[in-house]
T-cell receptor, first 110, second 115 residues
Framework: GENVEQHPSTLSVQEGDSAVIKCTYSDSASNYFPWYKQELGKRPQLIIDIRSNVGEKKDQRIAVTLNKTAKHFSLHITETQPEDSAVYFCAASSFFDMRFGAGTRLTVKP | ETGVTQTPRHLVMGMTNKKSLKCEQHLGHNAMYWYKQSAKKPLELMFV???????ENNSVPSRFSPECPNSSHLFLHLHTLQPEDSALYLC??????????????FGPGTRLTVT
């Protein structure tokens, strides 16, 4: 089955700096790659996603890149703010199956 | 409010108890999911239902029994659980498979503790 590796497990940045989280997947059938943000005690919420026919997608301070050949995708957050502090999960999906990475705890220091 | 609700929000049960978790979605979606979220482990997909039919069962022990009476409701029946089953159980729904545009919306979860 699908195996999704996510790095780093923890990330601490200064407010205003950029943060990058990387994921790799193993199933070449995966065609949808969402990123979720989960604040403490709350439900995971989708922040951005990318499909296999697209190499890059941007939404304000957040961007995601996908390299299908290498089977890896990344989340980029620019101009980080303290409210960006949370756990971020990547996922890879094929049809209904969705496999998640272990998560990255991002801390943005003011 | 994302339109996916779960009850109860917290549950403590003994290993010999039988209990049920309930999920309801008000988004008009046709697919519903159960996930298990344990500390320091990835979210694990347990079951998927599409139009009330089970499409995925990722080797989940039989002490977890799902039920989907219609596209808006999903249950997880629990019996003779083990302490290692203590976790946050999340329900999600989507309009079709993720790969075809079906973004998954999560409920708030049920925090389960097995004593």
């Amino acid at each position: 089955g699908e195996n999704v590796e996510q790095h780093p497990s923890t990330l601490s940045v200064q407010e205003g700096d950029s943060a990058v989280i990387k994921c790799t997947y193993s199933d070449s059938a995966s065609n949808y790659f969402p990123w979720y943000k989960q604040e403490l005690g709350k439900r995971p919420q989708l922040i951005i996603d990318i499909r296999s026919n697209v190499g890059e997608k941007k939404d304000q301070r957040i961007a995601v890149t996908l390299n299908k050949t290498a089977k890896h995708f990344s989340l980029h957050i620019t101009e980080t703010q303290p409210e960006d502090s949370a756990v971020y999960f990547c996922a890879a999906s094929s049809f209904f199956d969705m496999r998640f990475g272990a998560g990255t705890r991002l801390t943005v220091k003011p | 409010e994302t339109g996916v609700t779960q009850t109860p929000r917290h549950l403590v049960m003994g290993m010999t108890n039988k209990k049920s978790l309930k999920c309801e979605q008000h988004l008009g979606h046709n697919a519903m999911y159960w996930y298990k979220q344990s500390a320091k482990k990835p979210l694990e997909l347990m079951f998927v239902y599409n139009f009330k039919e089970q499409t995925e069962n990722n080797s989940v022990p039989s002490r977890f029994s799902p039920e989907c009476p219609n596209s808006s409701h999903l249950f997880l029946h629990l019996h003779t659980l083990q302490p290692e089953d203590s976790a946050l159980y999340l329900c999600a729904s989507s309009q079709g498979p993720a790969g075809n545009g079906g973004e998954q919306y999560f409920g708030p979860g049920t925090r389960l503790t097995v004593t």
